[in-house]
């Protein structure tokens, strides 16, 4: 059976972003397939040279800042766009291998063949990156910053869904998707030092959540009491983060780049046109909003 892959690839932008840095801390929101949109915004900040000294990612957004903070432009779209449909990086071949829908052993070990990381760059000191994951014993976030963990590990973590993904251990501890409790990583900022903070979600910003728990959640986590809190919680939280987000955003206290349109993709979407167009959103929306996010950070 033929591959899926967007029919587009050839048009995706590609090369090395400059050797520029910029103070500031970016926030990526995570979102499964809707990250996609993340991955345009980011693409279009390299080529206009805006690499960011601090970069923190929850799920999705943790893998779209890989691509982000090694300074590949289109390295994650292709990956994204190309391998959608294919059942070892997203699908049962990944569930066997991993234990969840995404299929981290065949990414690092087959993948990177192909588009190769630049692990050289993405390693530099001079550029901060942290990615979330929960806590199931606590229920609470952890960050993980690259130069103090296993960030490819971390990475899985802060990645796997809950529900249909098993645990990743760390250091004897069972991790989840970052936003099982935070699910848009703004807690990092204060924690990297910088003044300006620019957060990208990956949904348009008037987009609530409906609180409450799933009934699955108290049987599959019933032995994580602390996690069941804050899964619980965490519907209510993200609407309260998203009315902040939208408060300082208008003050000048932080720049928020959202979707300019309603978005349709779903977490799991394997229509590669919607993708495609989701990736080109971001790019376009992150090009339009140029010119007032060098005003904001020149403040």
């Known amino acids: 059976m033929k591959k899926k892959i967007y029919r587009g690839l050839d048009r995706l932008p590609a090369g090395r972003a400059s050797d520029t840095l910029t103070h500031g801390c970016l ?3 995570g979102g499964g397939w809707k990250g996609l949109y993340t991955v345009g915004a980011l693409d279009c900040l390299m080529q206009h040279d805006l ?3 601090s970069t923190v990612g929850c799920s999705a957004g943790a893998l779209s800042a890989i691509g982000y903070v090694s300074g590949q432009i289109g390295w994650g779209a292709r990956i994204d766009l190309t391998y959608r449909h294919d059942p070892n990086y997203c699908g049962l071949g990944a569930y066997r291998r991993d234990g969840g829908i995404t299929g981290f052993t065949y990414l690092y070990r087959d993948i990177l063949k192909a588009l190769p990381l630049d692990k050289k760059r993405l390693c530099n000191p001079a550029r901060r990156l942290a990615v979330s994951a929960t806590n199931l014993l606590t229920g609470k976030v952890k960050y993980f910053e690259k130069g103090h963990c296993n ?3 971390a990475v899985q973590a802060s990645a796997t869904v ?3 993904s098993k645990p990743v251990m760390i250091g004897g501890v069972p991790y989840l998707d970052g936003g099982c409790a935070e699910k848009i990583p703004f807690g990092w900022a204060a924690l990297s030092g910088e003044k300006k903070v620019i957060v990208i979600r990956t949904r348009e910003p008037a987009y609530r959540r409906e609180p409450g728990l799933p009934a699955i959640a108290k049987l599959l986590y019933r032995k994580y009491p602390a996690f069941l809190e804050a899964l619980g919680n965490t519907n209510a939280e993200f609407n309260r983060t998203a009315e902040m987000l939208e408060n300082k955003a208008n003050s000048g206290e932080i720049f928020l780049l959202a979707p300019s349109q309603p978005v349709t993709v779903t977490r799991f979407d394997g229509d590669m046109d919607k993708l495609g167009a989701l990736y080109w959103l971001g790019y376009h929306d992150a090009e339009e909003n140029l010119a007032a996010l ?6």
């Open 27 to 29: 926030v990526l929101e």
């Open 51 to 53: 690499n960011f000294t």
């Open 151 to 153: 960030l490819s590990k």
């Open 162 to 164: 809950p529900y249909i």
């Open 294 to 299: 060098r005003a904001y950070l020149a403040q």
